[in-house]
């Protein structure tokens, strides 16, 4: 029995990644720089087409620049991408980042975002990369914060874009940023009721360092934009110049 013990310990440590499965299909993962099987990860619903200018949801206007959520709401982004339609397996893959305890998925998916948002223009004029943050005890909970995760692939991915160039990269910077008021689940409610909820749930932190600078905010999901207007609104009243959105998922308008 020791030699069984001996052999499944050195499987499990040498064989198999830590999250030991694809999040979407339950595939088991042998040795791969990969978080998902071939096949899933090639079917990712990767956002293609129109997208809002604000935002980075799609769009079924090509001659409308912006969303209805963000034209209706005023959104004060000055720019946004999202990379996956939250639907099916984007669905699943935020999901396994945020309940299923798979920190590291969150790290790839920023990555793949970091490379993508790198082809953008204002990419290399961020300065700051803020993730939206969660209350103490949430995180207590959780264990990690996930849109921290996605922010530090998204460095990662930038890193990797911009190594030939003379960008200069991002800061990752938390703790200009903190949730100061629990909100509910935002599961279920409508934009005028997530946008009350959110109102003062944020605050910004270490002001000095965020005067005239250009922002880029980190969340999961994008859905009513309720959450990341609020966010934006409260660095932008704190001195930053310019808040960026990105996201691993959006809801099409």
């Not at 990662?156 to 903190?178: D, I, N, V, Y």
């Not at 960026?244 to 998922?249: G, H, K, L, R, S």
């Amino acid at each position: 029995m020791d030699i069984i013990a001996k052999l499944i310990t050195f499987l499990e440590n040498n064989l198999f990644l830590k999250n030991g499965t694809c999040p979407i299909c339950g595939k088991v993962l042998f040795m791969t720089d990969h978080f998902l099987c071939s096949g899933c990860e090639e079917d990712l619903p990767v956002i293609n087409g129109p997208t809002c200018e604000s935002c980075g949801r799609l769009v079924f206007a090509t001659n409308r620049p912006r969303c209805k959520a963000c034209a209706k709401g005023n959104f004060p982004f000055a720019g946004g991408y999202a990379w996956l339609y939250y639907h099916q397996s984007g669905k699943a893959l935020v999901h396994a980042i945020k309940f299923k305890n798979r920190p590291n998925l969150g790290i790839w998916a920023g990555t793949q975002i970091g490379r993508e948002l790198a082809k953008i223009h204002w990419a290399k004029e961020l300065e700051l990369i803020i993730p939206v943050p969660l209350h103490p005890s949430r995180l207590e909970d959780r264990g990690y914060n996930q849109s921290e995760k996605i922010g530090r692939g998204i460095l990662a991915g930038l890193e990797e874009s911009f190594a030939l160039s003379q960008t200069k990269l991002p800061e990752l910077k938390p703790q200009h940023l903190r949730r100061s008021r629990n909100t509910p689940h935002q599961v279920g409610q409508g934009r005028e009721e997530r946008l009350t909820n959110l109102l003062g749930a944020f605050s910004a932190e270490q002001l000095e360092s965020l005067q005239g600078k250009k922002v880029l905010v980190v969340d999961d999901v994008l859905t009513t934009g309720a959450t990341l207007a609020e966010v934006a609104a409260t660095l932008l009243e704190a001195g930053a110049k310019q808040v960026y959105i990105a996201t691993v998922c959006a809801v099409a308008e």
